[in-house]
């Protein structure tokens, strides 16, 4: 199983483009969350979903936007990049909440200019 | 307001020395966690603890729940440079809530 996968690794936006945040998991997981990253701030929630079809809110999420169509996969969409989104954005999955294991992938580094 | 209040936020110790990092909160977790990050990677889950007063070992890491249920620790003894990286506490306050993380400890331990 190759766990949760983000894509791209890094990447630069100028100010109002617009991209879009890449998340797959094998294994399986009801559970899919969005957190971003910043520089002595631990994870803030973004959005999160517990199963296909079906997303909320986190604590942070202004500018972003999210889809659950399948299962496996997760994208965060952001609509007009602004310098405060740069970050370090991690998707990670669970079978259930609570006590189980959060499964984090790798980050994506995103830079607003 | 942040529910979990990790310290020290910085820690830099020599090779073999002991050390204790510490989560706090005026509010009561159903369960605690506790991740470790490394630079360029995402958390990777230690340990849970549900039980207040619960005590868990993993190798030279032991993680306490405290009584309460309002704070936790995690001691390393004889620290060795693979420990570095930054320390997370995560929480639920209910069952069914989302995780709640700290700020993180990081630490660094020098050969």
């Known amino acids: 199983n190759a766990g949760v996968t983000q894509t791209p690794k890094f990447r630069i936006l100028k100010i109002g483009q617009s991209m879009t945040l890449q998340c797959t998991q094998d294994?399986?997981?009801?559970?899919m969350y969005w957190y971003r990253q910043d520089p002595g701030m631990g994870l803030k929630l973004i959005y999160y979903?517990?199963?296909?079809?079906?997303?909320d809110k986190g604590e942070v999420p202004n500018g972003y936007n999210v889809s659950r169509s399948t299962t496996e996969d997760f994208p965060l969409r952001l609509e007009l990049a602004a310098p405060s989104q740069t970050s370090v954005y991690f998707c990670?999955?669970?079978?259930?909440?609570?006590?189980?294991?959060?499964?984090f992938g790798p980050g994506t580094r995103l830079l607003v200019l | 307001t942040q529910l979990l209040e990790q310290s020290p936020q910085f820690l830099s110790i020599q090779e073999g020395e002991n050390l204790t990092v510490y989560c706090n909160s005026s509010?009561?977790?159903?369960?605690l966690q506790w991740y470790r990050q490394e630079p360029g990677e995402g958390p990777v889950l230690l340990v849970t603890?549900?039980?207040?007063?619960e005590v868990k070992k993993l190798k030279r890491l032991t993680f306490q729940f405290g009584d309460a249920r309002k704070d936790s620790s995690l001691h390393i003894t004889a620290a060795q440079p693979g420990d570095t990286g930054l320390y997370l506490c995560?929480?639920?306050?209910?069952?069914?809530?989302?995780?709640?993380f700290g700020k993180g400890t990081r630490l660094h331990i020098l050969p």
């Open positions: 979903s517990v199963g296909a079809g079906i997303t």
């Open positions: 509010s009561v977790f159903s369960s």
């Open positions: 995560a929480g639920h306050l209910n069952r069914d809530d989302k995780i709640i």
């Open positions: 990670a999955s669970s079978y259930e909440t609570g006590w189980e294991t959060q499964y």
């Open positions: 603890v549900v039980t207040g007063g």
């Open positions: 294994m399986n997981h009801n559970y």
